[in-house]
């Protein structure tokens, strides 16, 4: 069965960096787009970044120039390198795939930044 797993979130300083893994396991994850949401306490989830099977990118919003997507197919692994990091970054971050119609999703890291 699909199975993402997220790691790396913690608590760090305004201005600090992160990087954020998520292995994936139960589909080809060479031939598929990755997502990174995030969702902030009482906020709708949403869309950080994705990259494509060859290997394009797209950063969203307030997260362009600071926030970086890559994937390593030989290791089934996306990543989200976090830099200058600011209190409004805090939040949940989960990565998520499409497979058939279907979202699939991890249970999230929580990435917390202080002020």
């Known amino acids: 069965q699909v199975q993402l797993v997220e790691s790396g979130g913690g608590l760090v300083q305004a201005g600090g960096s992160l990087r954020l893994s998520c292995a994936a396991t139960?589909?080809?994850?060479?031939?598929?787009?990755m997502y990174w949401y995030r969702q902030a306490p009482e906020s709708q989830r949403e869309l950080v970044a994705f990259?494509?099977?060859?290997?394009?990118?797209h950063n969203i919003g307030s997260m362009k120039g600071r926030f970086t997507i890559s994937r390593d197919n030989a290791k089934n692994t996306v990543y989200l390198q976090m830099n200058t990091l600011k209190p409004e970054d805090t939040a949940v971050y989960f990565c998520?795939?499409?497979?058939?119609?279907?979202?699939?999703w991890g249970q999230g890291t929580q990435v917390t930044v202080s002020s």
């Open positions: 998520a795939v499409r497979l058939g119609g279907s979202t699939y």
């Open positions: 139960g589909f080809t994850f060479r031939s598929n787009t």
């Open positions: 990259i494509t099977i060859d290997g394009g990118t």
